[in-house]
């Protein structure tokens, strides 16, 4: 069941030391389940720092964006969490990412574009903003 109270969503989400696999098994479902190209762990009511992202779904645990382009574009967003609102959220172009993933190896990264966008989306659950807080909501 995909989250929707504020109060959950509002949540600052804590670092992960050891993550539970099924935690991420139930993410990889909610996600397929909703047509999701992103979910935050606490998006299933689990406030730690991991996140989902991209087909098939990568897995992000305690990702730290090192740098962001200066370079930003607009574009339409919509969540999970928000059903039927759809907000024009500006984003940085391209992002360098530090995380790490399923099998604990620590990676840095650039991203860019959708997938750049995706995971900023996905990192801004991970402190408890939502795209309701990154522009007007326009709703289906």
């Known amino acids: 069941m995909i989250v929707t109270d504020r109060k959950i969503l509002r949540q600052v989400s804590k670092e992960v030391v050891d993550i539970d696999q099924n ?7 909610a996600m397929k389940k909703h ?62 990412l530090k995380y790490t993933n399923e099998e604990g190896i620590e990676i840095k990264r650039q991203f860019k574009g959708f997938d750049a966008r995706v995971i900023q989306h996905e990192f801004d659950h991970l402190n408890g903003f939502l795209i309701t807080d990154r522009g007007k909501v326009y709703q289906e």
């Open 23 to 29: 935690i991420i098994e139930d993410m990889k479902k």
């Open 35 to 96: 047509n999701g190209i992103g979910i935050s762990a606490i998006q299933i009511g689990h406030p730690i720092r991991v996140f989902l992202a991209g087909n098939p779904a990568q897995v992000f645990i305690n990702p730290t964006i090192l740098e962001r382009s200066g370079y930003t574009k607009v574009d339409w967003e919509g969540c999970l969490s928000c059903p039927g609102a759809h907000v024009r959220v500006r984003r940085s172009h391209s992002i360098k």
